[in-house]
Nanobody, 123 residues
Framework: QVQLVESGGGLVQAGDSVRLSCAAS????????MAWFRQAPGKEREFVST???????LSADSVKGRFTISRDNAKNTVYLQMNTLKPADTAVYYC?????????????????WGRGTQVTVSS
């Protein structure tokens, strides 16, 4: 079965950098669009960044210039490099996979989701 397993979260200070990883299995990784979403306490899940199978990327305005999404198709892994973290970035970060290979900010296009990894940014 398809599995997406996130790692790399933790407790960090404002201004720090963290790299999240998402290891995928059970699917033909290089045919899927991949994305990161996040959900803060008491808030709805929101789009962070996406990358198509060809490597085209799109990020939310709130993280542009600070977060970078990338993928390694040989390792079936997608990454989220997060720099200059802010307390507002505190959330559970979820990895998601969309068939068809396109990167999209719409969560309903993603049919596989990981369980999430917590990122907490202290001020």
């Amino acid at each position: 079965q398809v599995q997406l397993v996130e790692s790399g979260g933790g407790l960090v200070q404002a201004g720090d950098s963290v790299r999240l990883s998402c290891a995928a299995s059970g699917l033909t990784f290089n045919t899927y669009g991949m994305a990161w979403f996040r959900q803060a306490p008491g808030k709805e899940r929101e789009f962070v960044s996406t990358i198509s199978r060809s490597g085209m990327t799109l990020s939310a305005d709130s993280v542009k210039g600070r977060f970078t999404i990338s993928r390694d198709n040989a390792k079936n892994t997608v990454y989220l490099q997060m720099n200059t973290l802010k307390p507002a970035d505190t959330a559970v970060y979820y990895c998601a996979a969309a068939p068809g290979g396109y990167g999209t900010p719409m969560s309903h296009n993603y049919n596989y989701w990981g369980r999430g990894t917590q990122v907490t940014v202290s001020s």
